[in-house]
Antibody
Framework: EVQLVESGGGLVQPGRSMKLSCAAS????????MAWVCQAPKKGLEWVAT????????YYRDSVKGRFTISRDNAKSTLYLQMDSLRSEDTATYYC????????????WGQGASVTVSS | DVQMTQSPSYLAASPGESVSISCKAS??????LAWYQEKPGKANKLLIH???TLQSGTPSRFSGSGSGTDFTLTIRSLESEDFAVYYC?????????FGAGTKLELK
């Protein structure tokens, strides 16, 4: 069974950093591109970043470029999102998702990690 | 960025009825469109990709149609488990973008 389990969320002050992790199991992690998607309170889904199966390529939405870094450790089957210079508008639940067939389709999702940016 | 306009935002229906949700892209995305279902306490579920291809495990009462800029998700003979929020997503180009969602509620 494919499982994606996020961790590392919580309350953080504006301007500070936080790192999310996503532990993957039930599939060959290093065969898949992976993504982070966020959802602000009572809002819709917003794609944040994607990393290729081997980590060689990364893509970000403009609002997080230069502040967030997506990375992966294929030996540990773990995806990461390093979030720096956090802003109140980054408050959201962050979902880890698996891309299907090297496309933008996301065929497996985690349950999410909540991040609140507030003083 | 490709804007995805989803309508309606809310939809009330009864079990056994059929409903349709529209998703319009601000420019052509070919058939690079997916539909997802969101339910409280559950991981989001991919229902349809490539505009009309059912993901493995998606019940046949779900169908998708369209290409270019106009897409539709149809659910025939609604069942109680179908009451949820539905999102469309384009994956034709970065940044990937989602529609604002349609909440399907029990009438």
């Amino acid at each position: 069974e494919v499982q994606l389990v996020e961790s590392g969320g919580g309350l953080v002050q504006p301007g500070r950093s936080m790192k999310l992790s996503c532990a993957a199991s039930g599939f060959t992690f290093n065969n898949y591109d992976m993504a982070w998607v966020c959802q602000a309170p009572k809002k819709g889904l917003e794609w944040v970043a994607t990393i290729s199966y081997d980590g060689s390529s990364t893509y970000y939405r403009d609002s997080v470029k230069g502040r967030f870094t997506i990375s992966r450790d294929n030996a540990k089957s773990t995806l990461y999102l390093q979030m720096d210079s956090l802003r109140s508008e980054d408050t959201a639940t962050y979902y880890c998702a698996r891309h299907a067939w090297y496309t933008g389709v996301m065929d497996a999702w985690g349950q999410g990690a909540s991040v609140t940016v507030s003083s | 960025d490709v804007q995805m306009t989803q309508s309606p935002s809310y939809l009330a229906a009864s079990p056994g009825e059929s409903v349709s949700i529209s998703c319009k892209a601000s420019k052509s995305i070919s058939n690079n469109l997916a539909w997802y279902q969101e339910k409280p306490g559950k991981a989001n579920k991919l229902l349809i990709h490539s505009g009309s291809t059912l993901q493995s495990g998606t019940p046949s009462r779900f169908s998708g149609s369209g290409s270019g800029t106009d897409f539709t998700l149809t659910i025939r003979s609604l069942e109680s488990e179908d009451f949820a929020v539905y999102y469309c997503q384009q994956y034709n180009e970065y940044p990937y973008t989602f529609g604002a969602g349609t909440k399907l509620e029990l009438k």
